[in-house]
Structures are given as structure tokens and as C-alpha cells.
């Protein structure tokens, strides 16, 4: 099979040739020697480093890793990049208060700098390897791209206070990542990573995903319609969170990544409880196991394949982004043994 047709086959829930496998990071500068910086801001360099991962390593799809901050500097707010940790800070919100939300305009992503520079790297990538491998533009839900321009502070304190205000500003985000969506896939995209940082109960309540959350996330969903592949990420930075399950289950998307290592929500339950929904896409701790040592590697992705494989619809993947330090010997010890007893 080639790649296309076994990610393909996998998120439709069957069984390929083998499992497939992708890995990713924000760090996919070190792959071209350029800084973190230059990548964030260039389209071009952009394309270029995740071409250069895709010349060393065979994955079976691409995961499109920006800045995760882009947005941010085209809405006014001002950033700090991170070179050693391939990250960036918002130093200057451009959410500063309340009555700010209301004040946010709807931007068109081809003529806001940073979100037209990513529109160039995802046609760049759609002339290099479109068809040859499937590729998606990962993307932020409103919740979250709210609490990036503002902090988590400012946008759970409307929740409490200033519902109304709030979500004004998250119908003019959900707008904005609406067209940005839409050129995504002018532009030749396959499909999308879909990011959810509130989805546990440790950030946020059932309650509170219901109104400020799912709402807005259908409508950017709508907007993916005709994508190959809509992947949702379930965000957790916390050590045995517990996913909001139930709320998450019903959304229309293809496959769930998550941290199935870091959760309450294991790969084991999650092929019980969640294999006739999504496509499952975990199996690799990128907190700890993808620094370790590829002997660990290796039993990891084997008893990850033991676990979820059976019966088809699983993708090995991390949790989360690897580290910009992650050696790249583990990440070859992840790839070969995929390949090696991955098969159907």
C-alpha cells in the first residue's frame, strides 16, 4: 500500500498492509539549520523543514506543525520565540480586557502576514508531495485560540463574569479560523489536527465545554467539510487527567490522538470503549519513552500494537509534540518497528 491508501484505510477503521505511524514536533526547523524563528515566520522555510523531516524519516502522514501562535501577532499581540524549546510567548496580548473581545475583527488569512505565510508552506507542500503522502494543517479550536490571545486567566474569568463578552470573541475566532479553514483547502490541504487544550476535567467542566466550547467547534467542523481526514487532539498536560469522554465521543471527526500514557483514558480502554467511533492515534509517550533509550521505544510500540491493533483503526503516534531534543535514533527505532511487526 502506499501511503495515502494506508491512512486512508486506517481512518476508515480497517486494516491496512500494517499500522501506520507518524511522529511530529514544533522543532522541524533542525531538519534545514535555521532558527525557530525564521521557520514561525516563513512560509517557505516552513515547507522546507518539513520536507527535510519527510527526506529523512518515512512517515505515513504529515502532521503541518506552525507556530502555535501565529494568529496572535496578526490580531495585534506581540511574540517571543524560545529557540532552545522550539516555542513561542505571547509577551503582549492583544486581549487585554473584557470589552477587547468585543473589539476583535474577523481576519481574511491571505492578507494577514502570519496566516499568509502558512497558506504559502501547505501549497508549497501541496506541489511537492501532494498525493504521494497525506498531509494536514494543524489547527486550533476557538476555546483554544482564545486562551492564546488572551490567557487562560482573562478567558476563564469571563466565563464566570462576562459570558456575553466571551463569546462574542469566540464567534469572531471561530469566523476567522472558518476562512482560514476554507484556504487551507483551496490551497490543497488533506485534512486537519484539530487541537483541543480544554478537554479534561482538570482545566475544564462539563458545563463549561458544553457552552463555550462544543458550540463553536461544530461550526469550524462544518467548515472542514470535504477534508480527507478531520484527526481531533485531545489535549492533556496533566499527569492522570481524565478526558471529557462523553462530550468528546460525539464529535464528527475521523480519529482521536491523545496522551493515552499521561490519562486515565489508556490505549486498552480506549479500544474497548472508542473503536467503533475513531480511528485511535497514540501509543507513543512523547513525555518520556521518545527520550529514553529505542530499546524502550521498541516495547512501546510493540505493546502498543498488541493492544490497539487488532481489527484495524489505529495509527501510532505521540501524545503530544516530540521534543526539539528527541535523538533522532528513537525516532527511527519508533518508525522500524512499526514497520517490522506492524503487519496485518
Not at 267 to 274: D, I, Q, T
Request: with cysteine; glycine share 6%; proline share 5%.
Amino acid at each position: 500500500m502506499t501511503p495515502p491508501e494506508r491512512f486512508a484505510s486506517a481512518i476508515r477503521r480497517e486494516k491496512p498492509d500494517r499500522v501506520p505511524i507518524s511522529l511530529w514536533t514544533h522543532g522541524f526547523n533542525r531538519f534545514i539549520g535555521t532558527s525557530f524563528r525564521e521557520f514561525a515566520r516563513n512560509g517557505d522555510k516552513m515547507a522546507e523543514a518539513h520536507l527535510a523531516f519527510l527526506e529523512k524519516f518515512t512517515v505515513d502522514f504529515l502532521k503541518v506543525t506552525p507556530c502555535g501562535l501565529f494568529f496572535a501577532e496578526d490580531w495585534g499581540g506581540k511574540l517571543d520565540y524560545i529557540e532552545e524549546r522550539a516555542s513561542v510567548i505571547c509577551t503582549d496580548y492583544p486581549v487585554k480586557s473584557t470589552e477587547d473581545w468585543e473589539r476583535l475583527e474577523v481576519l481574511d488569512p491571505r492578507n494577514a502576514k502570519l496566516h499568509a505565510e502558512q497558506l504559502k508552506c501547505i501549497r508549497i507542500l501541496n506541489r511537492e508531495i501532494g498525493g504521494k503522502i497525506p498531509f494536514l494543517e494543524t489547527t486550533f479550536n476557538s476555546l483554544t485560540t482564545a486562551a492564546k490571545i488572551a490567557g487562560d486567566q482573562r478567558v476563564f474569568s469571563d466565563m464566570r463574569k462576562n459570558p456575553s463578552a466571551l463569546k462574542k470573541g469566540l464567534e469572531t475566532i471561530t469566523q476567522t479560523l472558518s476562512e482560514f479553514v476554507r484556504a487551507c483547502l483551496i490551497e490543497g490541504v488533506g485534512g486537519f489536527f484539530l487541537s483541543l487544550k480544554a478537554s479534561s476535567t482538570d482545566v475544564i467542566t462539563p458545563q463549561q465545554f458544553d457552552e463555550f466550547s462544543t458550540p463553536y467547534d461544530m461550526k469550524l467542523l462544518d467548515a472542514m467539510k470535504g477534508s480527507e481526514a478531520i484527526i481531533l487532539h485531545a489535549h492533556s498536560e496533566k499527569p492522570g487527567a481524565e478526558l471529557i469522554v462523553d462530550r468528546i465521543k460525539k464529535y464528527p471527526v475521523q480519529a482521536l490522538n491523545w496522551w493515552d500514557k499521561g490519562t486515565t483514558l489508556t490505549l486498552r480502554k480506549a479500544k474497548s470503549e472508542l473503536s467503533e467511533m475513531f480511528c485511535l492515534n497514540a501509543g507513543i509517550d512523547h513525555a518520556e519513552t521518545l527520550l529514553g533509550s529505542p530499546e524502550a521505544i521498541q516495547r512501546e510500540v510493540k505493546e502498543a500494537i498488541k493492544v490497539a491493533a487488532p481489527n484495524g483503526g489505529f495509527i501510532l503516534g505521540p501524545g503530544c509534540v516530540m521534543s526539539p531534543t528527541t535523538p533522532e535514533r528513537n525516532i527511527s527505532a519508533a518508525l522500524e518497528t512499526a514497520w517490522k511487526y506492524g503487519k496485518y
